[in-house]
């Protein structure tokens, strides 16, 4: 009897696409097996594009003169032992005679696509193949999607995207890598890594963190009065000269507190306007990763997988990894339905009713067939039940806030009315800023009231206002001046670092404008994750609770590549754009191709001559505490001997913890002896990252360590599993010269 082969992206899925599929079905090593059907899956990529030795034995050695290193046919090989495995029941499955289709039922995008591809090649395979599309892993999307599944030649331009984009990262990030590395081996302990997307999201990063370190704050002084108006109405302003509510000297400050205590100003100014905010578009995968690193410290990975899981164990929301923020006319059909469903929870019911309510769905930021292409939305699936006692407490994080954008988004705006207020006192004026939400709107699905979550800045926080009149009175009841200091740019977090990708390295806020810019974006939604991932990998970023902080190392590598086309988001923000039209077949595979090499032949030969005999500056960190050389860096540590002195033999060494050391530490440990501060970025042996202080301390042979200054450390415990470590009181022994 023939059979259909199924091949999923993990044995889930595979086990879910079962229970839908005729059976019964019997469990095998790697695969399930019914009458008609078998379903085996591909574990993710066991597949990859093999390493330059693989085409020569020559490129073992890594040499200039050999790059750049282009293969005319591309090898695959096995990722690894337990892929191994796997593949070795793929390839055969697919070799059994009465197997005569193939389904590819990976996920469907161009990652899914490429899984399949691979395997299937690396397996031999000429079997006929089709696709299966899916968007949501319910029973009834997954038997509809089983009866059109679509001709394997469909997919063509889809897969040639796929290759395009994985061989193009090969070329550009192996030649890269290996030119930069060869020219700069003496300078940096171990490879330099380069790639085409996660080099211009570095070099954007590391313009950041030059901002924050050529920044010198200023002090600055702002005045906040209390008025009572009769009738104990009171209110909060902040005196303002012109536009500008800071004051530049702290005696200046202090006249106008001097002459405004105890005194009655006048209400000269009170406006009063209407604002509409518009409900926020529904989520793709970017919009989510940033919501859920603002609202939970998620990373995008944590994201990710929380709404991978959703979709795949679930069957609770839609397919994540998509670009789109609207949804395909066709589906306004379960708008309601799915309305209902979740309406069935009661912290969703009273917002699900409204949608329900509605004659006429407001559709116009909802659906748009031109801004969906492959997928759509992320949005809650329309299926018997969501089994959310099964949710793990980021799945329900997750859930919750596709839910409420789902009902926000069929919503009416919400409405607030802003008033301005002037009270003048003397020849002073005070500004005040009045809110008061009018209509909730789509916020109150999300249960505000009123937006109070403002934080205060320099015009003064957002209040709701007693009424008054323009002309009356308000006495002065309290007043004083307050010291300020002007704070440089923040740090990018996972949040606004993946926004900022997305519209290629443009700072952008406003939705619509964020959605036109989309196409130019550093990345995919589905890679960005591990784009970030990599470069704390390479020992280019670290985290620093929700921040992402550059190492010198990251630093060091941008200012070496100068203005490389390499470190440009618009070069690599391109690239995507073609490759998507290589999807549409509005662009070549063969042409893309080609220019990639082009590419990176002038990147060989520029970062060729751009390295050669570049040397990084070395630091200088002060007397040594024991023998009062100066300290100077070197590739392994700070230390007081070189070449030419060998010092006393006192040396900080930078490695700690699968962490290198910066100046600025190790300056702190050789001058106090201890950081005041944990600090971040360390790795526990089960991989996970912590913080903590450091103290330098003196063995027994008299030999000086850097060891963590914490109660499991003194202990001889070792270092914890969570991501943070509470610091402990200071302890230990100091050098004597900083004693």
């Given at each position: 009897m023939a059979k259909t082969l199924v091949i999923a992206e993990k044995p889930s899925v595979g086990r879910d696409l079962a229970r839908v599929l005729p059976g019964p079905f019997e469990k095998h090593e790697g695969y399930l097996e019914a009458p008609e059907y078998i379903v085996t899956w591909a574990v993710g990529h066991l597949v990859q594009l093999a390493d330059p030795d693989e085409y020569d034995a020559r490129f073992k050695k890594w040499r200039m003169a050999d790059l750049p290193i282009v293969p005319d046919r591309f090898k695959l090989v096995i990722r690894d032992e337990r892929s191994r495995r796997q593949m070795t029941a793929i390839k055969r499955l697919l070799g059994r005679a009465e197997v005569e289709l193939v389904v590819n039922a990976c996920d469907a995008g161009r990652e899914g696509e490429l899984i399949f591809a691979y395997v299937y090649e690396k397996a031999g395979s000429k079997k006929a193949v089709k696709r299966l599309w899916l968007n949501s892993m319910t029973r009834s999307a997954v038997r509809a999607a089983f009866e059109r599944l679509r001709p394997g030649p469909e997919m063509a331009s889809l897969e040639a995207a796929a290759r395009s984009r994985s061989e193009a990262d090969w070329i550009v990030g192996m030649n890269a890598t290996r030119a930069a590395t060869i020219r700069l081996r003496s300078a940096f302990d171990g490879a330099v890594s380069l790639g085409r997307v996660q080099t211009p999201t570095l070099a954007i990063m590391a313009q950041r963190e030059q901002e924050i370190r050529a920044f010198t704050p200023e002090p600055y002084w702002v005045v906040d009065a209390v008025f009572e108006a009769s009738a104990e109405r009171v209110y909060e302003g902040r005196y303002h000269a012109g536009a500008n509510p800071r004051i530049g000297a702290a005696e200046q400050a202090a006249a106008i507190v001097a002459a405004c205590r105890g005194e009655t100003g006048e209400i000269t100014k009170l406006e009063k306007s209407q604002r509409r905010e518009r409900p926020p578009l529904l989520y793709d995968l970017t919009s989510l990763q940033s919501d859920a690193s603002s609202r939970y410290g998620f990373t995008l990975r944590r994201t990710l997988a929380a709404a991978q899981r959703l979709y795949e164990e679930h069957a609770a929301l839609t397919y994540p990894r998509t670009n789109s923020r609207f949804l395909p006319s066709d589906m306004t059909g379960v708008i309601k339905p799915i309305a209902r469903l979740v309406g069935g929870q009661r912290e969703y019911a009273q917002s699900a009713q409204y949608v329900l309510g509605l004659d006429v769905l407001p559709l116009g930021r909802v659906v748009n067939d031109a801004r969906v292409t492959d997928h759509h939305a992320i949005i809650p699936t329309l299926a018997e039940r969501h089994p959310i006692e099964k949710f793990s407490d980021d799945d329900r994080k997750i859930y919750d806030l596709v839910v409420r954008r789902f009902l926000a988004a069929f919503h009416p705006d919400a409405v607030f009315e802003n008033t301005r207020v002037e009270t003048t006192v003397l020849e002073h004026v005070f500004r005040t800023r009045g809110k008061l939400m009018l209509v909730p709107g789509w916020r109150g699905v999300y249960?505000?009231?009123?937006?109070?979550?403002?934080?205060?800045?320099?015009?003064?926080?957002?209040?709701?206002?007693?009424?008054?009149?323009?002309?009356?009175?308000?006495?002065?009841?309290?007043?004083?001046?307050?010291?300020?200091?002007?704070?440089?740019?923040?740090?990018?977090?996972?949040?606004?670092l993946v926004r900022t990708m997305e519209t290629a390295g443009k700072l952008v806020d406003d939705e619509e404008l964020r959605e036109a810019m989309k196409d130019s974006g550093i990345g995919t939604p589905a890679t960005r994750a591990a784009i970030i991932e990599r470069l704390i990998q390479v020992g280019y970023v670290e985290r620093d609770g929700r921040a992402l902080t550059v190492t010198e190392k990251g630093l060091n590598v941008i200012r070496l590549l100068g203005e490389h086309a390499l470190t440009s988001p618009g070069l690599t923000g391109d690239w995507e754009h073609r490759l998507a039209n290589i999807e549409t077949g509005a662009d070549s595979r063969k042409a893309f191709m080609g220019d990639i090499v082009k590419f990176t032949s002038s990147t060989v030969s520029e970062l060729d001559q751009r390295l050669k005999g570049v040397r990084i500056p070395r630091a200088t960190l002060g007397p040594c505490p024991i023998c009062g050389r100066e300290i100077v860096e070197n590739r392994r540590g700070y230390s007081c001997w070189s070449r030419d002195d060998p010092g006393c033999g006192f040396v900080v060494w930078k490695g700690k913890a699968s962490k290198q050391l910066p100046v600025s530490v190790a300056r702190e440990l050789i001058k106090a002896g201890r950081t005041e501060k944990p600090v971040s970025g360390f790795k526990g042996r089960s991989g996970r990252s912590f913080r903590a202080r450091l103290a330098l301390q003196q063995d027994e042979e008299g030999r000086w360590r850097v060891e963590f200054d914490e109660p499991w450390a003194k202990a001889g415990a070792r270092p914890p599993e969570a991501s943070e470590v509470q610091a402990a009181e200071p302890a230990g022994p100091r050098p004597a010269a900083a004693a």
């Open positions: 249960g505000e009231q009123l937006d109070s979550e403002r934080a205060d800045d320099d015009e003064g926080r957002e209040q709701q206002l007693p009424v008054l009149d323009k002309g009356e009175s308000a006495s002065v009841s309290e007043i004083a001046s307050q010291e300020k200091e002007t704070k440089p740019p923040r740090r990018y977090t996972d949040g606004s």
